[in-house]
């Protein structure tokens, strides 16, 4: 007993004679004697052994020897702290804290929404409203009211992801869907576009994608023509491209529409004098549009001798792709940060 007391003085000597250089001595003064393994906390352990009679003088010593370490550890730790801007933290370390502070990093937008962004604001700009729909879709409103017949191939389980535990259910293949759920509430004149994510049971390659984005455009009223359609289109490739841009209308078929037409742009990466992404041909399809089909009119309650509409459906990866010049649609659903990145600011 008395022997301990004896080399706790002695302790102190050595506590009191200690010299740290820096704030790792520091520490290491402060585990050594103050850590949960340390010397103090070892001390207390014997005071176990020590007889009932003595106990009350042994822990009086002991508290003492825990104040005086303890005091020792602050005054290290404050000399090790120079004043000049370094603060030493808890753990003995030194920090500069007139250094700069760490950037955060801030996101960028992706280049699908740059795109459709884009595109919206153009057709804002002629009093367009944004209309949004759902994405699982029932058969009716992505194929049926849109005059798609029950034989159609688009309908086929090889181009659309039926829902397995449901197949009255699917993911909407175009956003042609919105058109429909959008005349069904009868507030007409009706002039709205609806961009949204789209889904195909395709192989995914360098040009397509088992998942894409389009913008779907709608005007229902009297008199509506197709004159109409095709003033708002050149304006919009306008807009988009610039004037010396040039379109150009070819009769197509799709079953929502009467009569129907594909619209290719010059195009933009060749300036029309031909290459591979427009094959050669000096033009590049952007969309495929035409007069809203009356039996899709009055499918959704609307009367077809009284009103006319036109209709048109857009990708946004194309005129993405062609924009920045790259060409591989997987680019961007790779969530490449080296990639993404490089899109910071508005198109
Ligand atoms: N829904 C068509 C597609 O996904 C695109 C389309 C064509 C939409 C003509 C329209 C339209 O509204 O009038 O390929």
């Known amino acids: 007993m008395d022997e301990l007391i004896q080399q706790i003085e002695n302790y102190k000597g050595e506590i009191g004679a200690f010299q740290a250089e820096n704030a790792e001595a520091v520490e290491q003064f402060r585990i050594k004697y103050l850590g949960t393994k340390g010397l103090v906390k070892m001390l207390m352990g014997e005071m176990k052994n020590v007889p009932v009679e003595r106990k009350k003088e042994f822990g009086q010593i002991l508290n003492e020897f825990k104040q005086f370490t303890e005091t020792r550890y602050e005054e290290l730790r404050q000399s090790k702290s120079n004043g000049n801007g370094t603060a030493t933290s808890e753990s003995g370390t030194s920090i500069d804290i007139t250094l700069p502070g760490d950037e955060i990093p801030v996101g960028s937008h992706h280049p699908i929404s740059l795109m459709r962004d884009r595109m919206i604001s153009i057709f804002q700009r002629l009093g367009f409203a944004v209309a949004e729909g759902p994405e ?135 300036g029309g004098s031909g290459c591979n992404v427009c094959k050669y041909t000096g033009w590049v399809e952007i969309l495929g549009c035409g007069m809203v089909h009356p039996k899709v009119l009055e499918n959704c309650g609307i009367d077809s001798n009284k009103y006319t509409g036109y209709a048109w459906g857009m990708g946004i990866e194309r005129p993405a792709l062609l924009k920045y010049g790259l060409n591989d649609i997987r680019l961007f659903s790779e969530n490449d940060q080296r990639f993404l990145k490089q899109f910071t600011s508005a198109i």
């Open 136 to 270: 699982i879709e029932d058969d009716w409103h992505n194929f049926t009211a849109l005059n798609l017949p029950e034989h159609h191939p688009a309908r086929d389980m090889q181009d659309t992801f039926y829902i397995s535990t449901n197949p009255a259910w699917l993911l909407r293949t175009h956003t042609s869907n919105i058109q429909i759920r959008e005349m069904q509430k009868g507030k007409l004149p009706l002039r709205i576009i609806c961009p949204g994510r789209v889904y195909r049971n395709e192989t995914v390659s360098a040009r397509s994608h088992c998942f894409f984005h389009q913008i779907e455009g709608l005007y229902v009223d009297e008199n509506v023509s197709f004159a109409d359609l095709k003033q708002t289109l050149y304006f919009f490739v306008q807009e988009m491209y610039g004037n010396d841009v040039k379109i150009r209308f070819r009769p197509s078929y799709f079953p929502f529409t009467e009569p129907s037409a594909e619209m290719d742009i010059s195009c933009q990466l060749c």
